[in-house]
């Protein structure tokens, strides 16, 4: 059974420039969340896709937006990268978006220079 | 929104000995309050969870407490072992809010010999 899968693994940009980051749910799972979780720092919720739609939000400006395809992965694309968005970005995925157990990814290494 | 603070943020405990983490929170709708545990350089694992319509919960040597009127909960866990050591997060959600988690900012424990 396979668990939360993402990539890339890590990924190395630079300001100003645009980064799609990929994940697939936990077989069986059909809603995807996305965290960040910068160093020495609780992951912050972004957003949540169910049925294809961004169902909730965290407190993320516009740069951040996402997908979700019939198969249930999911993409989260940041525009316009500044510093601060180096951080290990985690996906997690669940049945039904009303389910609070979460099975996380390892994560994307994101170093934004 | 919900403010989620944790204590202490590194621990130190002998091989054999208990550690606590303590939890408060800010929204007294939060009803889920799940606990982490993180690995250097790995996923975030579910490894107990309770809900507010119980006060206490058990699993072999972790155990979480909840105290609702307080906004208070805590981690428990007993016999620690050196493979205990890692980062613990706790979190706190309201249930309809599609898994959007408030997570603390992270106890890093040292189990020693």
């Known amino acids: 059974d396979a668990g939360v899968t993402q990539s890339p693994t890590h990924l190395i940009k630079t300001r100003g420039q645009q980064v799609t980051l990929r994940c697939s749910p936990k077989s069986g799972h059909d809603t995807v969340s996305w965290y960040q979780q910068a160093l020495g720092q609780g992951p912050q919720f972004i957003f949540q896709?169910?049925?294809?739609?961004?169902?909730q939000r965290g407190n993320f400006p516009d740069r951040f937006s996402g997908h979700q395809f019939p198969n249930y992965s999911s993409e989260l694309n940041v525009n316009a990268l500044l510093l601060g968005d180096s951080a290990l970005y985690l996906c997690a995925s669940s049945l039904a978006h009303l389910s609070e157990k979460l099975f996380f990814g390892s994560g994307t290494q994101l170093s934004v220079l | 929104g919900e403010n989620v603070e944790q204590h202490p943020s590194t621990l130190s405990v002998q091989e054999g000995d208990s550690a606590v983490i303590k939890c408060t929170y800010s929204d007294s709708a939060s009803n889920y309050f799940p606990w982490y545990k993180q690995e250097l350089g790995k996923r975030p694992q579910l490894i107990i969870d309770i809900r507010s319509n119980v006060g206490e919960k058990k699993d072999q040597r972790i155990a979480v407490t909840l105290n609702k009127t307080a906004k208070h909960f805590s981690l428990h866990i007993t016999e620690t072992q050196p493979e205990d050591s890692a980062v613990y997060f706790c979190?706190?959600?309201?249930?309809?809010?599609?898994?959007?988690?408030?997570f603390g900012t992270g106890t890093r424990l040292q189990v020693t010999l």
């Open positions: 896709y169910y049925e294809e739609e961004e169902r």
């Open positions: 979190a706190a959600s309201r249930t309809g809010t599609a898994s959007k988690l408030t």
